[in-house]
């Protein structure tokens, strides 16, 4: 199995990653990629970036060398916000692909499965929200598997398999047998499923063995994984949601500029 697009990625905007997203493109154009999205860290991470960087990812074509890029976020859950997130739907409605997960220092730092479980379906209810990342980080962040991967089917929201989770120097490195259980019941419940490489270093960029290995052996077949080619990428985000900027031809247009006077804070 070979997939074509990368759907979790980290730039240097992340704060603890070290690639640009540039020099991410190059390496995914170098290993044939036809597609990255750029899922840099919400604000509420150290370091995080900034809701004006998510607005002004506009600047940034909509395809280089070829290789389609998706304007994306992996945003926080939290609990202290209008939407549960640590960026606001104005900001999110602006980017093509809204990739949540749960991280240190979001406010969700004492395991509480109840809490964390009731936290992340209120915000897979919410349309803008296109992936979970890593949800088998049992030892950090346990949540309800069940009542999470109906949600993914419910709400068409994919469940990522994270390759970097099966690192040995992950933080995640005790839960993999729960990421790997994550991916099996949703296959089987018939969620959208995603293999991402959360890269926080250009050469990471489109490396997945470590979650193909679990993938073929739970026998997922490619035609179920949303990033097996951009084709099925594009045609999952417009079957979830209109997206006014998610266009071939890499122009963003601008609707109005009270829309983005709301995120000046
Ligand atoms: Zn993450
Ligand atoms: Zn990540």
Same mark, same amino acid.
């Given at each position: 199995m070979r997939l074509l697009a990368d759907l979790h990625t980290h730039t240097v905007a992340s704060g603890h990653a070290y690639s640009t997203l540039a020099e991410n493109v190059h390496v995914a154009r170098s290993r044939g990629m036809e597609l990255v999205a750029v899922t840099d860290h919400g604000p509420r991470v150290p370091q995080g970036a900034h809701p004006w960087y998510f607005w002004n990812l506009k600047a940034v074509p909509s395809v280089l060398d070829g290789v389609r890029i998706l304007k994306g976020c992996e945003a926080n859950v939290v609990p202290d916000t209008e939407n549960g997130l640590d960026l606001p739907d104005i900001v999110l409605g602006l980017l093509d692909f809204v990739a949540v997960g749960f991280h240190p220092t979001g406010g969700f730092d004492e395991p509480d499965r109840a809490r964390n479980t009731e936290a992340l379906l209120r915000v897979m209810a919410n349309p803008l929200v296109d992936q979970i990342t890593h949800p088998g980080n049992d030892d950090e962040f346990p949540v309800d598997m069940d009542a999470v991967v109906e949600a993914a089917v419910r709400y068409n929201v994919i469940v990522e398999l994270n390759d970097h989770s099966f690192a040995p120097t992950s933080s995640r490195a005790a839960s993999t047998a729960r990421e790997r259980e994550f991916a099996r019941v949703a296959y089987a419940a018939g969620a959208p499923i995603s293999i991402g490489s959360? #890269?926080?270093? #250009?050469?990471?960029?489109?490396?997945?063995e470590a979650a193909l290995a679990v993938a073929e052996e739970l026998k997922i077949v490619e035609d179920r994984i949303v990033n097996r080619n951009a084709e099925a990428v594009m045609a999952h985000l417009l079957g979830k949601r209109e997206r006014p900027y998610l266009d071939a031809g890499g122009e963003w247009s601008w609707p109005n500029e009270e829309h983005f006077s709301h995120i000046h804070k």
């Open positions: 959360d #890269a926080h270093f #250009a050469l990471s960029v489109g490396r997945f």
